[in-house]
Nanobody, 127 residues
Framework: HVQLVESGGGLVQPGGSLRLSCAASGYNPGDYCMGWFRQAPGKEREGVATIYSTTESTYYDDSVKGRFTISQNNIKNMVYLQMNSLKSEDTGMYYC?????????????????????WGQGTQVTVS
């Protein structure tokens, strides 16, 4: 079964950069959308970015467009989130997640896919 392990979080000053990594195992990259989500204290979890490596299609939340970049290395089974120009509102727990890119619940858009495999999260604090 699919397992995800995030790393790379930390404390950074506003305007700084971080790169989050997600090590994936037990899956075929062509069968899954991969996504990064975040949850700030007292707020609901929200989508940050998604990617489908087969088509290289990516989606971003408006709040991170132009600052964050999601990428995937299928040889290393890694998914990355490069975060630049960080703001205090980017603070939160960041989660890597996987969703099947097949079946009746998938309409071809990874942003709307059903993510049901989650990592343990990595904390990002911008202050």
């Amino acid at each position: 079964h699919v397992q995800l392990v995030e790393s790379g979080g930390g404390l950074v000053q506003p305007g700084g950069s971080l790169r989050l990594s997600c090590a994936a195992s037990g899956y075929n990259p062509g069968d899954y959308c991969m996504g990064w989500f975040r949850q700030a204290p007292g707020k609901e979890r929200e989508g940050v970015a998604t990617i489908y490596s087969t088509t290289e299609s990516t989606y971003y939340d408006d709040s991170v467009k132009g600052r964050f970049t999601i990428s995937q290395n299928n040889i290393k089974n890694m998914v990355y989130l490069q975060m630049n120009s960080l703001k205090s509102e980017d603070t939160g727990m960041y989660y890597c997640a996987a969703a099947p890119s097949y079946g009746p619940s998938y309409d071809g858009n990874c942003w709307r896919a059903e993510y049901h495999v989650w990592g343990q999260g990595t904390q990002v604090t911008v202050s």
